[in-house]
């Protein structure tokens, strides 16, 4: 009888261990079905020096920067010293790319990199200085007169000079500004354009975000934010 005992106080013992084990596995399993739930899939890769940086599809927008027509507008419209990795329009304007006026396009972001910076381990401490470097170089204004100006007797600044009316860290991993440009192209009424400038960490590298929207009135920076903070969540859970 004592060494039934004994037997069934082993087997209850290696029970609980066995119970132990496969609790343990089952929670490893979880942790890791979360942690890859929560990284954003690439819709296409892109390269920079020696790294790639995840261009994830988003809801509401096409990244299509591969499409002859998409590429050519990005590439003539950018800096030299940037690279373009990645151009997203909404569906709306995707389905109907071939047939508009792409110039005149909204709602739309490009992610971008500065050439000079892509063997550059960046850092927290990075994004502080590009954000200073960006206030000290742009026009600044205060929004809530910048505002009453806009409404009332429409922006009053140089054709293609960004101003800045925001600027803020979303996160440890990137920061954001606001600006107003004022645009005036051949054939099309001047108007303003409201964007935001991001710039966020993405698999060790500096990379830059740019999230455009046509001023209507005030409840378009409403909605800029909202929408650039979303975007710039997306890309974040894709660089993991």
């Known amino acids: 009888m004592v060494e039934r005992i004994e037997v069934l106080m082993i087997s209850g013992r290696a029970n609980e261990t066995m119970k132990k084990l496969l609790l343990s596995a089952i929670i490893i399993i979880v942790s890791h079905y979360v942690a890859h739930s929560q990284h954003t899939p690439c819709a296409r890769e892109a390269t920079f020096g020696e790294k790639k940086i995840c261009l994830p599809a988003i809801d509401g927008y096409q990244e299509c920067y591969t499409e002859a027509v998409v590429k050519e507008l990005a590439d003539a419209t950018e800096v030299s010293m940037n690279s373009v990795l990645g151009f997203y329009l909404n569906t709306e304007t995707y389905d109907a790319m071939y047939s508009l006026e792409l110039v005149n396009i909204d709602d739309y972001f490009k992610v971008y990199a500065t050439n000079d910076l892509q063997n550059y381990q960046a850092d927290g401490s990075l994004l502080d200085d ?111």
């Open 130 to 240: 590009m954000r200073q470097m960006l206030s000290d170089n742009f026009i600044t204004k205060n929004w809530d007169e910048l505002s009453k100006e806009i409404d009332q007797v429409g922006l009053d600044a140089e054709i293609g000079v960004p101003v800045v009316i925001d600027s803020y860290r979303q996160n440890s991993e990137s920061f954001s500004m606001v600006l107003l440009v004022k645009y005036a192209f051949e054939g099309i009424p001047p108007y303003t354009m409201a964007m935001t400038v991001n710039g966020y960490l993405s698999n060790d590298r500096l990379v830059w975000m740019a999230y455009y929207l046509k001023y209507e009135d005030q409840e378009t920076i409403v909605r800029l934010k909202s929408n650039s903070h979303t975007i710039v969540s997306e890309l974040l859970k894709a660089s993991i």
